[in-house]
Nanobody, 123 residues
Framework: QVQLAESGGGLVQAGDSLRLSCEAIGGTTSNFGMGWFRQAPGKEREVVAV????????YHHPTVEGRFTSSRDDANNAVYLQMNSLEPEDTADYYC????????????????WGQGTQVTVSS
């Protein structure tokens, strides 16, 4: 079983950048498709970005396309979410997740979840 630990969240102003990191503990990220999800207060958890097990394919939600980039470093059992041009609408708790599938955008396909890291973007 793999544990996931996110870091890198914080309070920033609109237009700023943040880089979220997710470290896999007790497992190897190369065995998993990886995803980033977020949940804003009062809203459902939604997919932000996913990256395939090999890193050859990725998906980014249209609202973050061109601003956010997901990447993975399997040598260090880590995945990253580079977030640029942040907007107040990006304020949410961000979660890293792992699936045994090659790649998936469906929340229900992810077996392992981190505890989340909070991102707050002020206007």
């Amino acid at each position: 079983q793999v544990q996931l630990a996110e870091s890198g969240g914080g309070l920033v102003q609109a237009g700023d950048s943040l880089r979220l990191s997710c470290e896999a503990i007790g497992g190897t990220t190369s065995n998993f498709g990886m995803g980033w999800f977020r949940q804003a207060p009062g809203k459902e958890r939604e997919v932000v970005a996913v990256i395939s097990r090999t890193g050859s394919r990725s998906y980014h939600h249209p609202t973050v396309e061109g601003r956010f980039t997901s990447s993975r470093d399997d040598a260090n059992n880590a995945v990253y979410l580079q977030m640029n041009s942040l907007e107040p609408e990006d304020t949410a708790d961000y979660y890293c997740a792992a699936t045994h599938l090659f790649i998936s955008t469906l929340r229900g396909n992810y077996e392992y979840w981190g505890q989340g890291t909070q991102v707050t973007v002020s206007s």
